[in-house]
Each structure stands twice: as C-alpha cells, then as structure tokens.
C-alpha cells in the first residue's frame, strides 16, 4: 500500500499536470481566436512587374486591409523594385490580392515610403474587412504575438511567440538617404519569405507591427505601428508620398539618470532618448550633437521616446531652427538644430 506522502506526491504531480495542460488549452484558444479573427483581413500578394514579354512575376507577399473600400498596408520592399547604382528604381507597381473568402482582386501602389518599408496599395473592390490597429508602445517583452501571412506561398500561414525584444533599430535606404527605423519589434514568431508585409497582432487581434524581416534563425522583425507610422499611412493614403524634416541621427530609449531626474523639478521624465549615431554633414552635425547625447525636450516638449522625435519630424519643422536640450555626461546643453526635408 502506497504511503501517505507518496498518495500526496501523486496528487501534486497530478495537479502540476492539470495546470499545465489547461494553460496550454488557454495558449491555443487565445491564438486561434486571434487567427480566426484575423484572417479575413490579411491579403496575399502576387506582384507583377512589366517585362519584355509583357507582365512577369516579381514577388510575393502579404497585406493587411485598412479600409472596407480597397486601402492595403504591405512593406515597401514587397512592391518596390531594387534600387539601381544612380538611384534609378525599377518598381514593381500592380498585382493581385487574394483573401481567404476566395476573392481576388487586382491592386495598384498608392504610395511608397522605404524609409519606414511601408506602402499603401488600392484594390479595385470594396467590402474588405479591415484590420483593427492597436498600439505598439504599449507592447512589453515577452507578451504574446501571433504572425499570418503568405511565408514560401502557403496562404494564411499563422506563427505564434513572443515579443523578444523592443527599441531595436533598423536601416533603411531609400536613393542615396540611409535612415533607421525606431523601435522595430523583435519577435520569435517565425517568419519566412512571403510573410513580409503581414500582420503581427496582439492576443486581442490588434495590428501591432507589420512584418519587415527576418533577422536570423527564430527571429523577426516587425515595423511598429504606433503614433509615427499612422501618420505615415495617412499621409501615403492622403498624398502618396511623406514629406519630412530630418535631423540625421540613429537613436534609441534610455532611462534617464536618477541625478539629472532629481535636476528637472519635482515631476521628472524616466527616460530620454540617447543619439546612437550622428550623419556626417547632417543638421545634427552642425548644431553640436553628439553620439551617447540624451535629448531630454526639443522644440519646448519633453522627449522620452524615439516616437516623441520622430513627432517633431513633420513637413512643418523643415528649415525652421528648433531649440533642443541634452544632458553629455553630467552637462547640459541647449542647442539648436535646423531640419531639412528629407529627400530620397
């Protein structure tokens, strides 16, 4: 006869056992949930680009429905041809967008910004279901992320991790200009060719990231969507085009310095924004700055995050001097920086 402490072994194990497998029910019920509600608005793409012979394959890729009357999000690099020494681009500019009620539509590009590889396309249909958008900056590290799109032609292909990393940053070429986009989301969903232009989405279904890249075996990286990029998706669906200022610096969040906290008064920021790197010849060059500066307020507002610059970047700052304060080291400084428009 088994003893009383083996009897109560046996339960804890048993009881162990029950735990995890409900946890693991509730892991696939959240992520089918999320699939299921997610599904009907991510397109796959078939890019065509104009040939010898007339229309050729140029691709694939995803697309995430923004409007119930055609407005697609993808990636740039999925409709966008290279760009060729001397800055002449061969674009890929029409194709066909397949849903999973087996509708298939043709589409055309809208507007193209490779800086942050986004682009809006138009399909020449109406009664999509579009994507509800959340909130990257509300994202924490290790909060579950689900991944759908079109990896290696398998439509509607669904991966599900984890949020491995955020504030990363990653460089985009557009011509001649080189520029980082901010605070890309890291993930451990995988990610495969086709997947680019796809939805990352929260446990609520909310488009959070739009898949970029794969950065490496068991990891990708996602565009965030956060205040930036809206406007960047507004302005392309307005205008076909984002009109910029530009500083010419590579940044990233960092926790502000508990002494330079208790120096700003008795409501402080936590964090700023530390310059990574600084453009040769770039307005940031020229009015002082340097690389490991914290920016702590530009143009008269706090700046705690890499979205607050990005904020200050709008077409109405170019050419206009903006004060900007930083702490180096344990010294302030008040400079001034005067933006110019971003050109590819």
Same mark, same amino acid.
């Given at each position: ?31 089918? #949930?999320?699939?299921?509600?997610? +599904? %009907? ?27 119930? #009357? ?50 809006? !396309? ?7 279901? /579009? ?7 509300? !994202? ?29 940053? !990653? /460089? ?84 502000? %310095? ?48 890499? #979205? ?8 109405? +700052? ?27």
């Amino acid at each position: 006869m088994s003893t009383t402490a083996e009897r109560n072994e046996h339960e804890h194990e048993h009881e162990a056992e029950q735990r995890e497998a409900e946890a693991l029910d509730a892991y696939s019920r959240v992520v089918v #949930d999320v699939a299921e509600r997610i +599904a %009907p608005s991510v397109a796959n793409l078939r890019v065509m680009r104009r040939g010898r012979g007339g229309q050729v394959p140029a691709g694939a890729g995803s697309a995430v429905a923004l409007t119930p #009357d055609g407005f697609l999000v993808t990636s740039a690099h999925v409709v966008s041809g290279p760009t060729h020494v001397g800055g002449a681009q061969s674009r890929a500019r029409t194709g066909r967008a397949t849903f999973v009620d087996g509708r298939e539509l043709s589409w055309r590009v809208v507007g193209v910004d490779r800086l942050t590889d986004l682009a809006v !396309l138009r399909a020449e249909g109406d009664g999509l279901i /579009p994507a509800t958008l959340g909130e990257a900056e509300k !994202l924490r590290v290790g909060q579950l992320v689900v991944a759908i799109g079109n990896p290696n032609g398998f439509a509607g292909s669904v991966t599900a991790g984890v949020v491995s990393a955020l504030g990363r940053s !990653l /460089p985009a070429r557009a011509g001649r200009t080189v520029r980082h986009i901010d605070n890309v989301i890291q993930t451990d969903a995988a990610l495969n060719p086709g997947n680019s232009g796809g939805a990352l989405v929260d446990s609520s279904a909310r488009v959070i990231g739009i898949n970029t890249a794969v950065a490496g075996v068991g990891l990708g990286l996602a565009v965030p969507i956060n205040t930036a990029t809206r406007q960047i998706i507004s302005a392309l669906m307005r205008d076909g085009r984002v009109r910029r200022a530009w500083i010419g610096i590579a940044a990233g969040p960092r926790p502000l %310095p508990p002494r330079a906290r208790g120096q700003l008064g008795p409501h402080p920021p936590s964090s700023a924004v530390e310059i990574i790197e600084v453009t040769p010849g770039s307005p940031a060059q020229r009015a002082g700055l340097r690389g490991e500066d914290l920016i702590v307020e530009m143009g008269g507002q706090p700046i705690e995050r890499v #979205d607050d610059v990005q904020r200050m970047m709008s077409h109405e +700052a170019i050419g206009r001097p903006m004060p900007i304060r930083v702490l180096r080291g344990d010294r302030w400084l008040d400079l001034e920086v005067s933006p110019v428009e971003l050109a590819e």
